[in-house]
T-cell receptor
Framework: SAVISQKPSRDICQRGTSLTIQCQVD?????MFWYRQQPGQSLTLIAT?????????ESGFVIDKFPISRPNLTFSTLTVSNMSPEDSSIYLCSVEGDWGSYEQYFGPGTRLTVT | GESVGLHLPTLSVQEGDNSIINCAYSNSASDYFIWYKQESGKGPQFIIDIRSNMDKRQGQRVTVLLNKTVKHLSLQIAATQPGDSAVYFC???????????FGTGTRLKVLA
């Protein structure tokens, strides 16, 4: 499986500011996914990011709040904009397994606290 | 690191006993499922998967059972060890996509 890293691993931010989270994969992948895991909760898909096209957002998530970039096949960023304490969560990126595989692998996560 | 799943259902088992973690899924058309293990401060780790054309699949010390009739999935861990302590999630593939719906999670505590 791919090795996935995320930066930063954690951050404490003030409300009203924005944070960009980076996800780097050690091999080329077609699809990358961004999830949110609120405290004590399960994982919720935010969006799917494919290289060369706009990200596809799930219900309840919008591009203005969570802009995503996917400049190449090994990298993606998620920005959490105009943050509020309700945005305090773990943000996770994931990738599919081998080309066409339905397996999905996760990065270590970014733990965001908004004060 | 911070704990995840602070309010999740908890299963406590003695070290060396077998653990069974259950999950109900929603879509009878779902044809692929994954179990993940999430340790405190880490991302979910892929444990084992199963396709809907199977009702059982075994890995190293883990077995996944799929009952399509009642839309139920279980993860069995043999000879549970302290290192198995974590939150376990099932994930249900949305047919025709690469997207998943995650279960609520179960915290496994291994008692020495």
């Amino acid at each position: 499986s791919a090795v996935i890293s995320q930066k930063p691993s954690r951050d404490i931010c003030q409300r009203g500011t924005s944070l960009t989270i980076q996800c780097q994969v050690d091999s080329q992948v077609t699809m990358m996914f961004w999830y949110r895991q609120q405290p004590g909760q399960s994982l919720t898909l935010i969006a799917t990011a494919n290289q060369g096209s706009e990200a596809t957002y799930e219900s309840g998530f919008v591009i203005d709040k969570f802009p995503i970039s996917r400049p190449n096949l090994t990298f993606s960023t998620l920005t959490v904009s105009n943050m509020s304490p309700e945005d305090s969560s773990i943000y996770l990126c994931s990738v599919e397994g081998d080309w066409g595989s339905y397996e999905q692998y996760f990065g270590p996560g970014t733990r965001l606290t908004v004060t | 690191g911070e704990s995840v799943g602070l309010h999740l259902p908890t299963l406590s088992v003695q070290e060396g006993d077998n653990s069974i973690i259950n999950c109900a899924y929603s879509n009878s058309a779902s044809d692929y499922f994954i179990w993940y293990k999430q340790e405190s401060g880490k991302g979910p780790q892929f444990i084992i998967d199963i396709r809907s054309n199977m009702d059982k699949r075994q890995g190293q010390r883990v077995t996944v059972l799929l009952n399509k009739t009642v839309k139920h999935l279980s993860l069995q861990i043999a000879a549970t060890q302290p290192g198995d302590s974590a939150v376990y999630f099932c994930a249900e593939n949305i047919p025709g996509t690469y997207k998943y719906i995650f279960g609520t999670g179960t915290r496994l505590k291994v008692l020495a």
